[in-house]
């Protein structure tokens, strides 16, 4: 006889805090807003370990206040009676200690582009979608909405990369599959320059697939609006691999 799966544990900070202990919703046992952005600290440094100092620097900045060290001590208390014992472990320093079946968002996202890329560099097209929009779907979310300060800015860009990518290894997965994938491709290029007007993988997506469905003089089009974009804003030109897209639709 086979055991259905024991209950997991989930941690999500996009789209909002979401702790989930033993198949139990727990976030809104957290303490407060203060509780709340200690733990997700904690949890996107969770591979280093973290000094009181700091945690106090990440949760009040440059004005925390003279009882900062008893701050942090009665959040610190009630974050080990939540999560039990030996998951926050020191005293001076601090270390998250989280078990293997531990699904936490921004890490299966950043994970999940990898294998995604990973695939469309080996041809594997089809088995690039899952992790594409594995990673997309929590990378769309944004992280701790609400919240503002230095860290959270810095993880921020760190998920709008893995966004870019995941919106990339999709549109390179639809391009490569083809045939009636090929509109993906090309909305999925569309929103990528969009979005990030000087990335060109973009720009090489679009061409491609839109000279795949026949659109070759508007495949030209985009590269003639990435040729302004880049000498207006930069003074440059496309790059090579760029221009190498570009010489194969005019002499194909």
């Known amino acids: 006889m086979t055991l259905a799966p024991g209950p997991v544990n989930r941690i999500q900070l996009c789209g909002g805090c979401v702790l989930e202990w033993d198949g139990v919703r727990l976030d809104d046992?957290?303490?407060?807003?203060?509780?709340?952005?200690?733990?997700?600290?904690?949890?996107?440094?969770?591979?280093?370990?973290?000094?009181?100092?700091?945690?106090?620097?990440?949760?009040?900045?440059?004005?925390?206040?003279?009882?900062?060290?008893?701050?942090?001590?009665?959040?610190?208390?009630?974050?080990?009676?939540?999560?039990?014992p030996?998951?926050?472990?020191?005293?001076?320093?601090?270390?998250?200690?989280?078990?293997?079946?531990?699904?936490?968002?921004?890490?299966?996202?950043?994970?999940?582009?990898?294998?995604?890329?990973?695939?469309?560099?080996?041809?594997?097209?089809?088995?690039?979608?899952a992790p594409s929009l594995t990673a997309l779907f929590i990378a769309e979310r944004e992280l701790l909405p609400g919240e503002s300060a230095p860290w959270i800015d810095e993880h921020r860009v760190r998920?709008?990369?893995?966004?870019?990518?995941?919106?990339?290894?999709?549109?390179?997965?639809?391009?490569?599959?083809?045939?009636?994938?090929?509109?993906?491709?090309?909305?999925?290029?569309?929103?990528?320059?969009q979005l990030a007007p000087l990335r060109e993988t973009g720009y090489q997506i679009l061409m491609q697939a839109l000279a795949r469905q026949g659109n070759v003089a508007e495949a030209?089009?985009?590269?003639?609006?990435l040729r302004d974009i880049l000498r207006d804003e930069l003074g440059v030109s496309p790059s090579a691999e760029t221009q190498a897209v570009y010489d194969h639709l005019l002499h194909s």
């Not at 733990?39 to 206040?65: D, G, I, K």
């Not at 030209?220 to 609006?225: A, I, K, Q, T």
């Open 220 to 225: 030209l089009g985009v590269y003639s609006r």
């Open 86 to 129: 030996g998951v926050v472990d020191g005293r001076s320093s601090l270390h998250l200690r989280l078990s293997r079946d531990t699904d936490v968002d921004v890490e299966t996202a950043v994970s999940a582009v990898h294998r995604a890329e990973s695939r469309v560099a080996l041809g594997e097209f089809k088995n690039a979608w």
């Open 159 to 193: 998920m709008e990369d893995v966004r870019l990518r995941a919106l990339e290894a999709h549109a390179a997965a639809a391009y490569g599959t083809g045939g009636t994938e090929l509109p993906g491709a090309v909305r999925t290029g569309r929103r990528l320059i």
């Open 29 to 84: 046992r957290l303490p407060g807003r203060q509780g709340r952005l200690l733990f997700a600290y904690l949890v996107l440094n969770r591979h280093r370990s973290t000094t009181r100092a700091e945690l106090a620097e990440a949760l009040w900045s440059r004005e925390h206040p003279a009882a900062a060290e008893a701050g942090i001590n009665a959040l610190l208390s009630k974050l080990r009676r939540i999560l039990g």
